[in-house]
């Protein structure tokens, strides 16, 4: 069973891709390179040509970075979630969250929070607010999963 600590949570919240962005960039270049060698050789169709290409990698580059803002908008939530009830179960067992893992990277009813002195606990949503029960696991088989220090 694995286990997440808040640090790992917050360090997956919002990567942006690099690659894109410097795609995105290369291809609108192209195009305002195409658009002023068309405007200023208007006898020849090959800059027009070339920029109705680059105008058209600028919009699937938009269309599919609106996709994956949308999907890790999705992602990055369901990240927030997890952090909001470790900070509430933290406040409830008067520890500190870097001493806390949840088994769930999107919390939801019925996560295990485990403490750095193997105790566990099952959460109960209710409402906004979280119930927490003891419990006690017999054998088990922990995997923590935290930040790669640097």
């Known amino acids: ?6 640090e790992y949570l917050l360090s997956r919240i919002e990567v942006t891709n690099w690659l894109q962005i410097s795609f995105a960039a290369v291809a609108a270049l192209l195009l ?51 952090l909001r009830v470790v900070e509430q179960v933290s406040e409830l067992l008067g520890v500190d969250k870097d001493e806390l893992y949840i088994n769930t990277q999107a919390a939801r009813d019925g996560a295990i929070v485990k403490t750095k002195d193997d105790r566990y606990y099952r959460i109960i949503s209710v409402d906004s607010d979280v119930l927490l029960e003891k419990m006690e696991l017999y054998n088990p088989q922990i995997e923590i999963v935290d930040v790669e220090q640097k």
């Open 1 to 6: 069973m694995k286990f997440y600590s808040y």
């Open 32 to 82: 305002l390179f195409a658009l002023f060698m068309s405007f200023r050789d208007k006898k020849t169709t090959k800059y027009r040509e070339l920029s109705l290409i680059a105008l058209l990698l600028v919009l699937v580059t938009i269309a599919v970075h609106i996709n994956n803002y949308q999907s890790h908008k999705r992602i990055d939530d369901q990240y927030s979630t997890a």
